[in-house]
Nanobody
Framework: QVELVESGGGSVQAGGSLRLSCTIS???????GAWFRQVPGKAREAVAA????????DYADSVKGRFTVSRDIAKNTLYLDMNSLKTQDTATYFC???????????????????WGQGTQVIVSS
């Protein structure tokens, strides 16, 4: 059974950096890993994702150049490195996993059957 647990959230000033981690109970090998975020009253938004084989990444336009998604197979951990944080990055961040997914669908949340509980990120000015 695939279980995901996010960690690393917290409060940071605008312009700062934060690393989010998502541990998987099985292995990230063969699974796409993605990060989504949600603000109360708004729809869930895709942030970044890496393909099952690890060879392709995709990012929302709003975070390109600032965020980096990566994974460490040996540590069973998916990462989201967030730099140059903005107040609009404030949200609850969720990680998700999918076994069968096309690269073109990496940022489409309906394709992800496994989700973590979320970790809160607050960016203050």
């Amino acid at each position: 059974q695939v279980e995901l647990v996010e960690s690393g959230g917290g409060s940071v000033q605008a312009g700062g950096s934060l690393r989010l981690s998502c541990t998987i109970s099985t292995t990230w090998a063969g699974y796409a890993g993605a990060w989504f975020r949600q603000v109360p009253g708004k729809a869930r938004e895709a942030v970044a994702a890496v393909s099952p084989g690890g060879g392709t990444t995709d990012y929302a336009d709003s975070v390109k150049g600032r965020f980096t998604v990566s994974r460490d197979i040996a540590k069973n951990t998916l990462y989201l490195d967030m730099n140059s944080l903005k107040t609009q990055d404030t949200a609850t961040y969720f990680c998700a996993a999918a076994r069968l997914i096309l690269d073109t669908n990496l940022l489409d949340d309906p394709w992800y059957p496994y989700w973590g509980q979320g970790t809160q990120v607050i960016v203050s000015s």
